[in-house]
């Protein structure tokens, strides 16, 4: 199994709802991201787990809360968001090593739109 | 700080043409790899190619080639015979250091269009 999955495809909420994204890969990879990309953009990187740790945070605002229960899933919970945050959020899982290209392998991305 | 420079927003090219998508890169580590990927219009990045710094011959996959000239700095991305499914986005992305876990610097990225 090469695919990452993401849930929902589409999501619509107002700016006092709470929910979550979910992210699954069963390829064993020991690496999990989450990006953020706007229209006509690169992604830019959130969040970086490690082995189930998280291990880089690019200062994301605190009403992005990511969540890895075990190794296949990735969460990121949303709260109090704004209009700007609307955007596709991209999942990402990659092996973890030093002699490989460990390339990431993509999810098909969740479009947030916040009213 | 790395930098990934992609110079070219839009190209067309002929289906069967071959065309060659632009990419610089800044970096002053010893080891680093670099990517392509495509973005259709649906939103999932798919991967297409990885050279590595080291790598002496240039990635191929198919259709796809990688010019790596490691003193120029540059990754293009050669594409061969088109076709109307390459329509897409292309991101030339960078990786510092050997392992993963770590981030990808992506490029602006440049819109390809393929015409019959």
């Known amino acids: 199994d090469t695919e990452v999955t993401q849930t929902p495809k589409h999501l619509v909420m107002g700016m006092t709802n709470k929910k979550s994204l979910k992210c699954e890969q069963h390829m064993g990879h020991r690496a999990m991201y989450w990006y953020k990309q706007k229209a006509k953009k690169p992604p830019e990187l959130m969040f970086v787990?490690?082995?189930?740790?998280?291990?880089i945070n690019e200062s994301v605002p605190s009403r992005f809360s990511p969540e890895c229960p075990n190794s296949s899933l990735l969460n990121l919970h949303l709260h109090a968001l704004q209009p700007e945050d609307s955007a596709l959020y991209l999942c990402?899982?990659?092996?973890?090593?030093?002699?490989?290209?460990?390339?990431?392998?993509f999810g098909p991305g969740t479009r947030l739109t916040v009213l | 700080a790395q930098k990934i420079t992609q110079t070219q927003p839009g190209m067309f090219v002929q289906e069967k043409e071959a065309v060659t998508l632009d990419c610089t890169y800044d970096?002053?580590?010893?080891?680093?790899?670099l990517f392509w990927y495509k973005q259709p219009s649906s939103g999932e990045m798919i991967f297409l190619i990885y050279q590595g710094s080291y790598d002496e011959q240039n990635a191929t996959e198919g259709r796809y080639s990688l010019n790596f000239q490691k003193a120029r700095k540059s990754a293009n991305l050669v594409i061969s015979a088109s076709q109307l499914g390459d329509s897409a986005m292309y991101f030339c992305?960078?990786?510092?250091?050997?392992?993963?876990?770590?981030?990808?610097?992506f490029g602006e990225g440049t819109q390809l269009t393929v015409n019959p």
């Open positions: 990402a899982s990659s092996s973890l090593g030093t002699s490989d290209s460990n390339e990431q392998f």
């Open positions: 992305a960078m990786r510092e250091g050997p392992g993963s876990g770590s981030r990808l610097t």
């Open positions: 970096t002053s580590d010893q080891s680093y790899g």
């Open positions: 787990y490690s082995y189930e740790k998280l291990s």
